[in-house]
């Protein structure tokens, strides 16, 4: 199982997929765009590709960033998903997801920061990859927006402050807006690097402190995001 990150930032990491990938071995190549590396140019060299998350949206111009190329990254996962590889997209990887799937991305009705349960849906309930999560699931979070659907498209999870946390875009193409790789040296970054983002967002109904966020243990989302993955990669292979 050949793996590619696509990150969008120093301070977004890769946390739990991370320490998955290199647990079991699995080649593993990288764009970390904001040091320069491009995103490959087709899908030829891995069977799964994951996109991280970032300040930036779908939406942000080459001029606003120029080492974000959003219209590259949605080609790529087009490409991805026409190769019948394995497509997951973290936060802002999801909106990409749905914005090359054709599908807008959304303001969510509640800035989320910090952990607070999703809950699965019936379709959520009824997918073999989801089944061991457990309903309600406590799991990470840091966003304003969230993906687009397509009329294809299924909400496999939700949250009281958002409505899209998992959803499922194809046979093994998974948008996740919450953040189940979060991992306390993960979140430790985002808080060092978040401090007017913080100050900003406090008082507001799912903002967490950082006393909080830095006490939680993230360790029983983490092995549910990595049997999923198992149970992913099972299913590819079969």
Known sequence: MRVHFVVHESFESAGA?????????????????????????NADGFDMLVVFGGPQSPRTTLEECPYFDSLAEQRLINQAISARRIVIGICLGSQLIGEALGAKVRQS???????????????????????????????????????????????????????RQIVQYGNAVYGFQCHMEFTAEAVEGL???????LAAAKGKRFIRSNAEMREWNYQEMNEKLWRFLDLLVEKRNA
Not at 29 to 40: F, L, T
Not at 145 to 161: C, I, K, Y
Not at 191 to 197: L, M
Request: include cysteine.
């Open 109 to 163: 009705p509640e800035k989320e920061i910090g952990h607070y349960p999703i809950t699965l849906t019936e379709a959520g309930k009824q997918n073999p990859l989801l089944a061991h999560f457990g309903s309600p699931l406590v799991v990470g979070h840091w966003h304003n927006d969230m993906p687009g659907l397509t009329d294809q498209s299924v909400v496999l999870a939700t949250s009281e402050g958002c409505p």
């Open 17 to 41: 997929y991370l320490q998955w990938a290199e647990d079991r071995g699995y080649p593993l190549s990288w764009s970390r765009v904001y040091a320069g590396e491009p995103v490959p140019a």
């Open 191 to 197: 808080i060092q690097h978040s401090e007017q983002e």
